[in-house]
């Protein structure tokens, strides 16, 4: 199993950035593509963007588009989740996951997660 190990949470006001990071010590890194997804107290947990294992192709959600990168630094066995922009809305923990399989929206084709990290933005 992957262990994945997010940071890069905190507090931020509206309009402001945080970048996530999620590590593993796996070697097979760029064998895996990766997620972020988030959830927020009372909600589901949502798709917020997605990378292929070389950096080539890239998802996002709407509500994201245009305001968040998502990128990976395969030599450092790490994902990034650049968040610009930040609303209210945005407030969730974030949790990152991989799959063997395919670049993919859906949460449940992630084999592994992260323990996830809380990022609140205030208004």
């Known amino acids: 199993q992957v262990q994945l190990v997010e940071s890069g949470g905190g507090l931020v006001q509206a309009g402001g950035s945080l970048r996530l990071s999620c590590a593993t010590s796996r070697r097979t890194f760029s064998n895996y593509f990766m997620g972020w997804f988030r959830q927020a107290p009372g909600k589901e947990r949502e798709f917020v963007a997605a990378?292929?294992?070389?950096?080539?192709?890239?998802r996002y959600a709407d509500s994201v588009k245009g305001r968040f990168t998502i990128s990976r630094d395969n030599a450092k066995n790490t994902v990034y989740l650049q968040m610009n922009s930040l609303q209210s809305e945005d407030t969730a923990v974030y949790y990152c996951a991989s799959n063997l399989m395919q670049l993919t929206t859906a949460s449940s084709e992630y084999a592994d997660w992260g323990q996830g990290t809380q990022v609140t933005v205030s208004s």
């Open positions: 990378i292929s294992r070389f950096g080539r192709s890239t």
